[in-house]
C-alpha cells in the first residue's frame, strides 16, 4: 500500500516534490518576530541566520530548521515519547513498550522545570519559530513523508512543537552514546550459554596502556576499586547472574536490539575522532582543531550545519556562532564563536547498569526485606491494532525493563476493542509478572539535568575558564571536549554526571537485592580529567582511555581499544617533527586509511600454506601498506579474510554474539595468535591456528571470485564497501519504490572499522558501511573564515531536493567545503537572501 502511495504522489510531477521545498529567498513575514532576521544561504544551501535578540535568532532557527528537516524533527519526538506505533502500527509497539518504560519524555518534561530563565527562553523561542513554519504548511507540504504518514495514519495529527521536544532528543543522543550496558547483556548471556568466565574475558580484554596512549597522562582507570586487567577478581564471583535469571536477560537484552539508534545507524564501530594542535607547531601560529564524529549512516544527516549570529554581541545577545546542530534543539553542539572552538568525541563512561531484582509479593527484596515498587500506568496507541495498556513498575535501581516484555506479550492483538471468550469487551491492561527475577536500569539520563544549560553556555564562552564552567553542566552523554582559542591555549576537558559504584564494577548485571552494589553518589566536577597547554603541543581523543591506570576513580572498563588514536598520535608527531601544520593536514589525517590491526595478523597469514585463487590473493597481503583505500585489491582480500576467521574462530559464539570486526577484536585475536593452543582455535569447520587462517582465506578468495571476478588483482575493496544512507523511518521498509525515492545515492567507501577514516560495517551482513565519519571540520583558529566542514548528506532533508545529498560525493572523496564566519565572507558566499520580518513589518 504505501508503495502505491508513494508512487501516486510521485507520479504528479515536480509539483508533489517541490511544493515542500523551503523559500529562500524574497520576505516572508512571522507573528513570532519581534525585529527581522536574515538568512543567508550559501552554494550547498547552509543557513547563516542573523538577528537583533537571542530570542529572534531562535525563532529563526526553529523555522529554518523546520523548513530543511521537519520530517526528522518529527519522526525523531514520535520516538522519543514512544509513538512511533500510532503512526507505523503494531510492528513498533515493542519500541514503544521499552521507551514509555524507561520515560524519556517524561524525565524532559522535569528537566525543563530546572533549566536556567534564559535556557527555558532559547528553548520556547525556538519552538515558536517551528509552529511558524507549521501554521504556514500542511501534510505533504512539509514534505514527501507526510504524505506517506496521511496514508498510513490518516487520524495522525502533528502537534505543536513544545521545548519538551527539543530535550527529548538529549535523552536520544545519550541513549546511543550511552557505553557499555550492551556489553553487561552479552557477557552475561554468554555465560548463560555455558562459556566460563575466563573465556568470556578473553573476548573484553583490558585496555593496552602500555601500547595506547591515553587522552591524559598520568592517573588511572581503574584506581583502588576497580582494575580492568584484574578480570575475574573484580566484584568477586558473587556478582556473576544466577543462571536461573538467564531468560530474563535475554529478553530484556532482545527488547533493547529492537530499539532503533537515535543517531542512525548503530554498530560495534560507533565512535569519534578529535585533536587540537598548538600554534608552536602550525603554520599559521595559532591552534589548529579537527574533529569528525562517527555515527550512523542516514539520510538526511543527524547533523544541520548552522550559523547563528547576533548583529551586535551583548550581554543580551551572546551568541556569534557557526556549527554543527542538531535540528530540533536550538543552538550549535559542535563548532566556534568568534574566540573558541571546540569538538566532542564520546567518553564512554559507564554510566548504565542493569540490576537484577528478585520480586516477591510484589516488592524488591532489599538486604533481606522487602521494598514496594513504585508504579504508573501507559498506553501505547496502536494504528490498526489495538492501544497496549501496561504498567510501569521501578525498583530503587530504576524502571523495571523485564517487565516490557509481559506487557507485550499479553498484548490483545487485531482491530477492534478487546473482547473475553464470550465475546464481551474487557480491559486487558497487561498484568506485571509474578514472582522471580527482574531486571531493572540505572541510568544517569533518567534523572532531569542541566545540558541544555551546558549548550548554550558554551556558545557564547570566551576562554578556557568560561568553557570548562559551561562543562560543568554537561551532565549526559558525557563527552571527550577538546578545545582551542584565538589567544593560543589548546585543552581537554571531561564533563559529565559518573557514578560513584560501591561493591561490583559495572561490567555485569549486579544484584539489586544487595544494597552494597548500589551507586553511592557521583564524580565531583573538579576530579575528572582535564588538561591545559600540555607540553608535548597536542591532544588526541578518539574513544580511547580518558586517563592513566592510577586514577582514583573508574570511568569504565570497557573503553575502544585505541587504534584510531594510537594511528593519529603517530601521524601528529611526525607532522610536528616537519612543523608548520595546515589545515589541509588535519583533513589528510583524517582521511587515513591504515587497519593498524592488520600488522599483527598478516605475517601470519603470509606463513600458511593456501593454493590456487586463495594463495594468488596472499600475495596481494605481501607488500601490502595496510591502507584501505577504495582501490584496494589487498584490502578486499584482507577484510574478507577478516570476517571469515571471525566467523571460524568464534563460531560458537554465533551470529547474535559474533565479535564485531574493529578494534575489540583486533585485539583478541593478536592476543591468540600467541596462543596457537587456545580452545578459540578449535571449531567446527577448523582445528588449530594455522587450520583457522588457511580456512579463512579459501573462504575469502572464494566469496571474492564470486563476487569481483578470477582475478585477486582486480578486486577492490570499494566495490565491497559501499555506503548507502539510509532514510531512519522509510529507507529500511523492504519495498523498493519507496526506498528509492528516500534513500541515499550508494557512493564507494574507502577506510573501515577502527580506522581513522572509521566507515564501520557489521560483518554479518556484508561489506557495506554502517557508521561513518558523520561529518569532518578542521578549524585555524588564526583565520576563522578559512575554516573547513563537510557533512555526510547536506542542509536539506527533502526528497529530491538540490541540497540533499549534495554533499555525499565530497565527503566520499575526502574533500571539505569553505565555513565561512564573519558577515562580509558570509555574504560574499551568499547565493539565496531571505529576509524574516514580523507580521504588519
Known amino acids: 500500500m504505501v508503495a502505491c502511495l508513494v508512487l501516486a504522489a510521485a507520479g504528479t510531477g515536480l509539483w508533489a516534490v517541490q511544493r515542500a521545498f523551503p523559500d529562500t529567498g524574497g520576505e516572508i513575514a512571522l507573528p513570532a518576530l519581534e525585529g527581522e532576521a536574515t538568512v543567508y544561504r550559501d552554494a550547498h544551501g547552509i543557513p547563516q541566520i542573523y538577528a537583533d535578540t537571542a530570542e529572534d535568532l531562535f525563532r529563526a532557527q526553529g523555522f529554518v530548521d523546520a523548513q530543511d528537516r521537519f520530517w526528522q524533527m518529527h519522526f525523531n519526538r514520535l520516538t522519543t515519547a514512544g509513538r512511533l506505533a500510532e503512526v507505523f502500527g503494531e510492528e513498533q509497539a515493542q519500541t514503544d513498550v521499552y521507551l514509555r518504560t524507561m520515560g524519556w519524555r517524561r524525565v524532559a518534561e522535569r528537566e525543563y522545570e530546572l533549566l536556567r530563565p534564559d535556557t527555558r527562553a532559547y528553548l520556547d523561542s525556538y519552538a515558536e519559530g517551528v509552529n511558524t513554519y507549521l501554521d504556514r504548511r500542511d501534510g505533504g507540504e512539509r514534505g514527501l513523508e507526510f504524505t506517506v504518514l496521511a496514508a498510513l495514519a490518516p487520524d495522525h495529527e502533528v502537534e505543536e ?34 562459556i566460563d568466565r575466563e573465556r568470556i574475558e578473553e573476548l573484553y580484554p583490558a585496555y593496552p596502556e602500555q601500547e595506547h596512549r591515553p587522552i591524559v597522562d598520568g592517573g588511572g582507570i581503574g584506581g583502588g576499586r576497580f582494575r580492568a586487567d584484574e578480570g575475574a577478581a573484580a566484584g568477586g564471583d558473587a556478582a556473576l547472574p544466577p543462571q536461573e535469571a ?5 529478553g530484556v537484552d532482545a527488547g533493547l536490539e529492537e530499539i532503533p539508534p537515535m543517531l542512525g545507524p548503530d554498530s560495534a564501530g560507533l565512535g569519534s575522532n578529535s585533536w587540537v594542535v598548538s600554534g608552536e607547531h602550525t603554520a599559521s601560529g595559532l591552534p589548529l582543531l579537527a574533529n569528525d564524529p562517527h555515527l550512523g549512516a542516514q539520510t538526511p544527516s ?15 545577545c551572546p551568541f556569534d556562532v557557526t556549527g554543527f546542530a542538531f535540528a530540533g534543539l536550538p543552538g550549535v553542539v559542535i563548532g566556534h564563536n568568534a574566540d573558541i572552538a571546540w569538538g566532542f568525541t564520546n567518553l564512554g563512561p559507564d554510566v548504565a547498569d542493569l540490576y537484577l531484582e528478585r520480586i516477591q509479593d510484589g516488592a524488591a527484596v532489599v538486604d533481606g526485606e522487602p521494598e514496594p515498587l513504585t508504579t504508573r500506568e501507559e498506553t501505547v496507541k496502536v494504528a490498526g491494532g489495538r492501544d497496549v495498556v501496561f504498567t510501569v513498575r521501578s525498583t530503587r535501581h530504576g524502571p523495571l525493563l523485564s517487565d516490557a516484555e509481559s506487557a507485550l506479550d499479553l498484548r490483545a492483538i487485531g482491530a477492534g476493542p478487546p473482547v473475553d471468550t464470550d465475546g464481551e ?5 497487561a498484568e506485571p509478572p509474578g514472582d522471580g527475577y527482574g531486571v531493572s536500569l540505572s541510568w544517569t539520563a533518567l534523572e532531569p539535568g542541566t545540558t541544555a544549560d551546558s549548550l548554550f553556555r558554551m556558545n ?3 576562554d578556557f575558564a568560561s568553557f570548562r564552567d559551561a562543562a560543568r553542566s554537561f551532565e549526559v552523554p558525557a563527552q571527550n571536549l577538546v578545545y582551542a582559542d584565538t589567544e593560543g591555549n589548546i585543552g581537554y576537558q571531561a564533563p559529565g554526571t559518573i557514578p560513584v559504584r560501591g561493591t561490583g564494577d559495572g561490567r555485569w548485571p549486579a544484584p539489586g537485592w544487595d544494597s552494597a552494589y548500589d551507586w553511592q553518589g557521583f564524580i565531583d566536577f573538579e576530579e575528572l580529567p582535564v588538561v591545559r597547554n600540555p607540553e608535548r603541543g597536542y591532544i588526541v581523543t578518539a574513544n580511547q582511555a580518558a586517563i592513566g591506570s592510577d586514577y582514583e576513580h573508574m570511568l569504565t572498563g ?5 587504534y584510531r588514536s594510537q594511528r593519529i598520535e603517530t601521524l601528529l608527531a611526525g607532522a610536528v617533527e616537519e612543523g608548520g601544520l595546515t589545515a589541509a593536514d588535519m583533513t589528510d589525517i583524517q582521511m587515513d586509511d591504515e587497519n593498524s590491526g592488520a600488522r599483527a595478523v598478516v605475517p601470519h597469514l603470509l606463513r600458511v600454506e593456501v593454493e590456487g585463487t586463495a594463495a594468488r590473493a596472499q600475495e596481494l597481503l605481501a607488500d601490502w601498506d595496510y591502507q584501505q583505500g577504495a582501490d584496494s585489491a589487498a584490502a578486499a582480500f584482507y577484510n574478507a579474510t577478516w570476517s571469515h576467521l571471525l566467523d571460524v574462530a568464534f563460531d560458537e559464539l554465533g551470529p547474535e554474539r559474533a565479535l564485531d570486526v574493529g578494534s575489540r577484536s583486533w585485539l583478541v585475536v593478536d592476543r591468540l595468535l600467541d596462543d596457537p593452543d587456545s580452545p578459540w582455535w578449535r571449531g567446527d569447520a577448523a582445528d588449530g591456528r594455522d587450520a583457522v587462517l588457511r580456512e579463512a582465506m579459501d573462504r575469502a578468495a572464494d566469496e571474492l571470485s564470486r563476487r569481483l571476478g578470477e582475478d585477486p588483482a582486480e578486486w577492490r575493496w570499494g566495490e565491497l564497501h559501499t555506503l548507502t544512507a539510509t532514510h531512519p523511518s522509510l529507507g529500511a521498509s523492504g519495498i523498493a519504490p519507496v526506498e528509492w525515492l528516500f534513500n541515499g545515492t550508494p557512493v564507494e567507501a574507502s577506510g573501515g572499522d577502527s580506522t581513522v577514516n572509521a566507515t564501520g560495517w557489521e560483518h554479518t551482513e556484508g561489506y557495506a558501511v554502517t557508521t561513518v565519519p558523520s561529518m569532518r571540520m578542521t578549524i585555524d583558529m588564526a583565520d576563522l573564515d578559512a575554516a573547513r566542514w563537510i557533512d555526510l548528506t547536506g542542509a536539506s532533508g527533502h526528497a529530491f531536493h538540490p541540497d540533499n545529498g549534495n554533499q555525499t560525493p565530497l565527503w566520499a572523496r575526502g574533500e571539505t567545503i569553505p565555513m565561512p564566519f564573519t558577515r562580509p565572507a558570509v555574504e560574499e558566499r551568499a547565493e539565496d537572501v531571505l529576509t524574516l520580518v514580523p507580521s504588519g513589518g
Open 460 to 462: 557564547a564562552a570566551e
Open 161 to 194: 512543537w513544545t521545548a519538551v521536544d527539543s530535550l527529548a532528543w538529549l535523552k536520544a543522543m545519550a541513549w546511543d552514546l550511552r557505553g557499555n550496558m550492551q556489553h553487561e547483556t552479552e557477557r552475561a548471556a554468554l555465560l548463560a550459554s555455558g
Open 246 to 250: 538467564a531468560g530474563v536477560l535475554a
Open 302 to 316: 543527524v547533523w544541520h550545519q548552522t550559523g547563528l549570529h547576533c548583529t551586535e554581541v551583548t550581554e543580551r
Open 558 to 562: 570497557d573503553w575502544a581499544y585505541g
Open 425 to 429: 469487551p474487557v480491559d486487558r491492561a
